[in-house]
């Protein structure tokens, strides 16, 4: 019998491109690790080793990261800026990240410095993705503010204990994968890994303690349809 050819993103695979979309979603939605996603699968009758999973995760991640990104609804006009160390191998790195007011995240970047010229490198990132139009943004680190009044000098900058909270809870999510990955192995994973699994937990875990339970059951089931429908785009692109 001759297994149907995939196509688009999905090319030269051998399974369908709804189960490796499933698979992808269960490793950045939850907390698990790739042998999790494997019995999850061979649960349901699809045999496929951990290292093929993490394949499809690394490949596809990425892209539907990237339609996320592009169909997400525009920045609020308040922004939250922070850092925190990520341990890799012996040496300390700093995640940047920026969150919207609604808690999403708009960017990251990991890199080994944290000084001015790293928080001029990471409003670059951002602002290649999302256009500079907040009013005023909240972060404690002076080196941040340095940086955002040479870029973007019309931009309030309101630095204040409580402020950021937004921004520091953000980094929670972050701590489980990492405690459940045993560390990130270079700041490349960490960049790669943190970019699609902050994007995907934009549509999958909204603000539930805001929402009844009726709306947030139809928010669950449109984050799923949205899911599906990247899946098909990427099966023609």
Known sequence: MTKPKQSGAFSGHRFPPEIIGYAVWAYYRFSLSLRDVEDL??????VV????IRAW?????????????????????KWHLDEVVLPIKGQK???????????DVLDILVQSQRNKQ?????????????????????????????ALKNLAPRIEHLSHKGLNNRSEGSHRPTRRREK??????????????LSVHDQVQ?????????????AYRQTRADAHWI??????ELKTA
């Not at 459940?180 to 890994?193: C, D, E, L, N, V």
């Open 180 to 193: 459940i990955m045993g560390r990130f192995k270079s700041p490349r994973q960490a960049q790669r890994f």
């Open 41 to 46: 699968l061979a649960t349901r009758g699809v």
């Open 93 to 103: 790195y700093w995640l940047w990240r920026a969150v919207g007011s609604k808690g």
């Open 227 to 232: 899911w599906d429908e990247i899946t098909r």
């Open 57 to 77: 995760a690394a490949k596809l991640g990425s892209q539907y990261a990237k339609v996320i990104r592009r169909d997400r609804p525009s920045a609020a006009d």
């Open 49 to 52: 080793s951990y290292e093929t």
């Open 118 to 146: 790293a928080a001029t490198r990471f409003f670059r990132k951002l602002f290649k993705g999302v256009w500079p139009t907040a009013s005023c943004c909240h972060g404690q680190t002076p080196k941040l503010w340095a």
């Open 202 to 214: 934009i549509i999958f875990s909204p603000r539930r303690h805001a929402l009844s339970a009726h």
